[in-house]
């Protein structure tokens, strides 16, 4: 049963900045592209992020490019999501998953996974 467990949420004034970890089981972790997703209050849940399975190849939407960096560990089959400079619109419950496909735009769009969501976890960015 592939599996993934969020991690790194909190409380964080505008300006700051967060690291979010994934650890995912029940899958070649390696074999892999791997996305982040997040659903603010009263929205959609939106792609964010993703990178293929080297972590050679990424993808951002714009909203947080140059502010948010994925990047892997496969030897320890974990996935972050370094994020800095939040702003207010950053909050939200952010997810990760293993993409059915590779990382581009449409899959991480259309959220094109293996599993079902986990728990996620919550940022909130607020003064």
């Known amino acids: 049963q592939v599996q993934a467990v969020e991690s790194g949420g909190g409380l964080v004034q505008p300006g700051g900045s967060l690291r979010l970890s994934c650890t995912a089981s029940?899958?070649?972790?390696?074999?892999?592209?791997m996305g982040w997703w997040r659903q603010a209050p009263g929205k959609e849940r939106e792609g964010v992020t993703c990178?293929?399975?080297?972590?050679?190849?990424?993808f951002y939407i714009d909203s947080v490019k140059g502010r948010f960096t994925i990047s892997r560990d496969n030897a320890k089959s974990t996935l972050y999501l370094q994020m800095s400079s939040l702003k207010p619109e950053d909050t939200a419950t952010y997810y990760c998953?293993?993409?059915?496909?590779?990382?581009?735009?449409?899959?991480?769009?259309?959220?094109?996974?293996?599993?079902?969501w986990g728990q996620g976890t919550v940022v909130t960015v607020t003064s």
């Open positions: 998953a293993a993409l059915g496909g590779t990382c581009n735009e449409v899959d991480l769009r259309d959220a094109n996974t293996l599993a079902a």
């Open positions: 990178i293929n399975w080297r972590g050679t190849s990424t």
């Open positions: 029940g899958l070649r972790f390696d074999n892999y592209a």
